[in-house]
Structures are given as structure tokens and as C-alpha cells.
């Protein structure tokens, strides 16, 4: 990579996501200023998948018969799950769940416009946050749909149960990346320590994966935070209940030409909106629909935290501007960001108590 | 991410395999996987598929070293320091004098300085003697290695002339190319950040590392890694040591998501103090 793309590069590849500030790890070159100029992206959605690339420079082949050496139908390659579409289905949709293809041309060239602008509702003092070229940029794509929640059919998260209600995680989630206590690292979200990030990852900043088929394995490489998810295929059981893990332990099979992934025994020091998914059952299922797409549905069964298992569907990809996984070194960079949060906390502590102090004489 | 020079760029991955004869030789095959285990993969190369681990202390010390009291006297014999002999061949590190010295700093100033213990990635060759297992997941186009040791993983891609994306990274730059049945890698575009153990051992940012892999038989890699870097070697130098397979039927990576290790040591004087 050369000139300022090449910066830019560095500056992704190295990305520290502490909420409050953006900071350059060590080894990092000098981040671009500029970002490169918008491409515009093509209009039209054929339902349901995202509107393909008519620019993809790279012809990729495939069709429904295509295996890997070993046998397995393809998923290979490098994918993006950027998606313009709410989780949830949003009020203004007024009920309804479906959209036109006019609709999602609109949707997909308002963000396209203004995805490289600066965000810019920051506070004084605020160092900023990130525009949607972080989140997927002006390639992301819509969904024919107003929510990825295609059940509950409303499109909304099914409710809470009781416990989930008990422990206050009907809050937004951003809210407490932003605002929440900072009395130790402890109280940040998994994702701004620069540990892990949900599973299953419903987009965010460097939202690609490249999928990795081997005799008996599928592997997913995902960019943020430089996770490897290898899913073996061979039928073995989950591993020991007393073995809990970030990405959870996740066992692969095939039905037909879709791989379905059951993933179990996740710390609940994860979280998943928010809530401890120490109880999740995770069922993912990949089908490959066309050279450029994957359809990625996710299932989680989560007694503790839903009244109702819920599912999501959120296309997975081809991007021409996203067909290469870098290094994202997180917590290498991290130390600015973090050492500010919990700094910046104890700053406002002294300065209150030094206020008390002077109200007192 | 962001490529933005597609001209310039190959693809990593084309759409799909071209279908190539299986050429499956049987060896003893221990999982029922057609292919885990075989003897060479579906494009004919060595099957380098597999979890693998180092066998050594080597990640205390490159060179020869005696068994020591480890930094925390509490921990006493469990968490001391093992013996080991030296891994690089002929005499030593050719360190430039001004580097020497700064690695005898490095040695002494070790529980404050070696990026391990922050569970920053470990770099090349380190990641591959740091006593965790690996799973190396072998492609005809790209080799991709995923290492449980602070979740770090790297792609080696089999295209020689792939240009470098110019950025410096951790775990460096990987291009790979079959030598007969020995897989050579060059990896370049390091950062200055990683060491090559807990003896101080370092590098700057013009770290250049060919490793080879050779599968000696089903169940071992000759691993070799030569190291140049001309501000602070005089010469390169040569490391080996095998690469042993976790046979287990049931052997899978787990996690060593370390930042959570390593947060009380970065951030402990900043967390909130109690009565305060």
C-alpha cells in the first residue's frame, strides 16, 4: 500500500477502541488525515441479498456445486457484514418489514453520502468518534428488510426475563461504552479492554472475516481484535462445562450446502447486548447464495437473559474495499485509551472532592 | 480493511478452488476426516495441517541457560525459571556493540520491559517457542497460522511477488513459497515492538525472518528461522528446534486471552482507591 491509503491502512490495522479517544499503537505509522475520496456506490437491491458490487473488480467464480478439495461446499474468501440495517426494526418503519428496492437504493446512497463526513456531535473537549468508514464505509449495504430480527416476527429483541431485568441491561449498550462507571477497567466492556468482541458479531468498526476451509476445520478469521474461530467439523463433543471461553466452543456440521455452527460454554464475563452470555446457545447457519454472499443467520437461546430464543440474519459480503484481513493490534495501543478513561475518572473524582473541600469553609 | 488499489492488489482469496485431483495418500489416519491427517495435501505440498507445539525454554533464553529463581519469590519452585540449551546455531547472537548493550538492559529491566508480559503480540519467530500451541491451516493460496497465545494470528500468503501493504505490524508481513518439500517463509514489515525472548533479546523495525518448515515425519516440523536485522546484528543468524504435534484426538486450540492478565500491571495505579 502506498501514499495516504497506505497511512490510512496503518491507522485501521492498529485501531484502539477505547470509546473516548482513537489512539495510534506502537509501531503504527502516522494516521491520514484525509480520507480517500467517496466512491459512489451502485443503486439497486436484489432481494433478499445486498445489492452486488456491478464494479467488482476481481471476478469471483462459483457456483452451488463448487467444493473444496476435501468435499465441503466453498464459503471461502473475505467477506464484509457491514450492514446500513437496524437490529431492531425501528418505530419510523411504522410496522412494516419489508422494503422496496427504491427504499434500500436511498438508504444505501444517504449513507454512501455522508459516510466519510465527520461525525461531529461531540462535546467540547471531546476528541470525536468515528464516521462510518470505520463501521464498513460507503460500500456498507442494506438488507431488503427494516430489522436483521427476522423472529420474533415484530422484529424487535424478544423481552427480558426477570434476571436479565434485575441486572439493569435494558440500557443501551453505547450508553455505558460512553458514560458508564470507571472506577476499574472492570467496569469497561470487554470490547473497549481490547479482550473480545460479541459473538455472534453484528458489525461495528472493522466489520470483515475471511472464512478458511481445511480437511476437517472451518475456520472464520475475524479483523476485529484479531480473532481465529476454528470450528471443527469432525462430530466431537462440546468441551467440559468447567472450560468457558470469549468466543464461547463452537462444533461445525453441514446440512446440505449450509455449515451450521453450535457454539456453547461462553464466559459470562462476555457479554451480548449487554448481558452476561455465560447461558447463551449460539446456532449459526452460513449458506453461500451467490460468488459474493453469504447468508449468516444466528439463533441465540439465551434463557438467563430472553424469554424466547431470537434470530437474525445479516448478510455476510464481497467487498471490493475490503479483501484483505490486517493486523489489529487493540490492546497494543490500548494504554492511552484506557489509562485516559480510568485517568480522566480519578480527575473528576479530585476535582469534586477538592470542590467539597472548598464548600466546607 | 481498506484496500482502495485494487489494481495493485491480487486478491487474497479468489472466489473458489479450482477442483484439483485429491491426491489423498493414506498414512494412518487418526481422525475420520478424509485429508486431516494425510501425508500431503489436495495440491500435493506437505500437510503441514495440524496443532503444534514447542518443546523447550527457549522463550526464557535463545542461548544456553541455567535453571534460576523466578521473579516472584512467593511462587517459589513452581514458577522458576527451567534450564535449557541453546537453540541458535554456532556462537551466540551477533549483536553491534551499542545493541548489546542495550539487550544486557533489556535483561536486567526484563519483568518491566518484555512485551509478553503486557500480552502484546509475540511476533516471529517468538510466537512459535512461546510454549502454546498453534494450528497452522494450510490452503494452496494462503497458509494461515492461529496461535492461542494472546489470540494472535498470521496468513502467509503463497504468492512471493504479493506486494507488502508497507505497514509495520506485530506479527509481521508473510509471503511463502514451497522449496521442495521445505515451506519458506519471509516475513518483513515488523514493528520494533516484540522481543525474541525473556532475555532481552530484541529487534528494530528492520527485522527480515526466513523460516522453514520441514515435516520430518508425520508428527514433527524441523523449524528453522534465520534472523536479520542490520541495526542491531552484525551478521544473520540461525535458530532451530522441532515443532512437535499435539497428537490428542480431542486437541483443539483453547483461549489465552491475556489483556485481562496483564491489566492490574498497566492500569492498576489508575483504578479507584478505596476511602477515596
Redesign the interface.
Known sequence: MRGPHGAMLGAAAILSLASVSMVAGQGSKPAAKTPPPVKKTTAAAPAPAPAKSASSKNARKWTPSARTPDGQPDLQGVYTFASLTPMERPASAGGKAELTPEEVAAIEKRAADNALKDNDRRRPGDPGTYNRFWGGGQEAKATTRTSLIVDPPDGRLPPLTEKAKKLGIAQNRLSRLDFGPADSWLDRDPYERCIAREVPRTGGNNPGAQIVQTPGYVTIVYEAMHDTRVIPLDGRPHVGAHIRLWNGDSRGRWEGNTLVVDTTNFSDSQTFFGAPAGQMHLTERFTRVDADTISYEATINDPATWTRPWTFILPWYHSDDYEEIFEYACHEGNYNSMSGILGGAREKERQAAEAAAKGKK | ?????????V???????V??M?LWQGIPVA??????R?AR???GKPNL?GIWQSLNSANWDLLDHGAKQGPVFSLGASFSAPAGLSVVEGDGIPYKPEALAKKKENQANWAKLDPEIK???PGVPRANYQGFPF?I???PQ?I?I?YEF????R?IYMDPKR?S???????GFSRGHWEGDTLVVDVTG????SWFDRAGDFHS?ALHVTERYTLADADHINYEATIEDPNVFTRPWKINMPLYRRVE??A????Y?C??F??EL??GD???QPG?
Open positions: 480493511m481498506r484496500t482502495g488499489l485494487g489494481s495493485a492488489i486478491a487474497i482469496v479468489t472466489a473458489a478452488f477442483a484439483v485429491f481422525t475420520q476426516v478424509p485429508g486431516a494425510a495435501t489436495s495440491d495441517n500480552c502484546y503480540m494450528q491451516l494450510q490452503t494462503y494461515h492461529a494472546a489470540s494472535a494470528y496468513a506486494p501493504p508497507g505497514i509495520d505490524m506485530w506479527m515488523f514493528s520494533d515492538g523495525d484426538k480431542n483443539q486450540l483453547l483461549e486471552k489483556p485481562e496483564a491489566e498497566l492500569y489508575l483504578r479507584k477515596k
